[in-house]
């Protein structure tokens, strides 16, 4: 199978909204296309964000990663918050979810970042080995907080 992977911009990114819409269902959401379609609208029409997404030779797109970009103050460089990576349940095992990473990790290179920071689900075992497999170490010398405000 040929993939392609592509950097989203205003005029594509609506090629993205359903894919977004199964990722946010997978993790307990409800459907809503419409509020997905708004969001990613409104963070590609303001630059917050890199959406870069998998679509076979006939246009189907078949997973997508969203990049947020953030500081860190004490490597004086950019850093890439790797919030969602989803590929679509019939394009599993082509190797998409890979290919995604890696077109994250040279963005992030072009970008000159100081790296890729993700989390995922306790329970998200085959994410988890596609992860460290890819290179990602886990933090076991910090703790994350969360504030809900």
């Known amino acids: 199978m040929i993939i392609e992977i592509l950097q989203a911009d205003t005029q594509t990114i609506l090629k993205v909204v359903e ?26 029409d303001s630059s ?3 959406v870069l997404y998998a679509q076979n030779k006939d246009g189907d797109v078949l997973g997508f990663t969203q990049l947020y970009p953030t500081f860190s ?3 004086l460089r950019r850093d890439l918050i790797l919030n969602d990576l989803y590929v679509h ?9 890979r290919k995604l ?10 970008m000159n970042s100081k790296g890729l920071l993700l989390e ?7 994410a988890q080995s596609l992860y460290e497999s890819f290179g990602f ?7 994350f907080y969360y504030l809900t405000i």
């Not at 995922?120 to 085959?126: E, G, H, Q, S, Y």
């Not at 170490?137 to 703790?143: I, K, S, V």
């Open 19 to 44: 894919c977004f819409d199964l990722y946010r269902q997978f993790y307990g959401q409800e459907s809503d296309c419409k509020a997905c379609e708004a969001f990613l609208s409104e963070r590609q």
């Open 48 to 50: 917050e964000s890199v």
């Open 120 to 126: 995922t689900d306790i329970l998200n075992a085959k």
């Open 89 to 97: 349940e019939k394009a599993r095992g082509q190797g998409v979810a």
């Open 73 to 75: 103050s004490l490597s």
């Open 137 to 143: 170490e886990r933090e076991t010398d910090h703790y």
């Open 101 to 110: 990473l890696t077109a994250a990790r040279d963005h992030g290179k072009k």
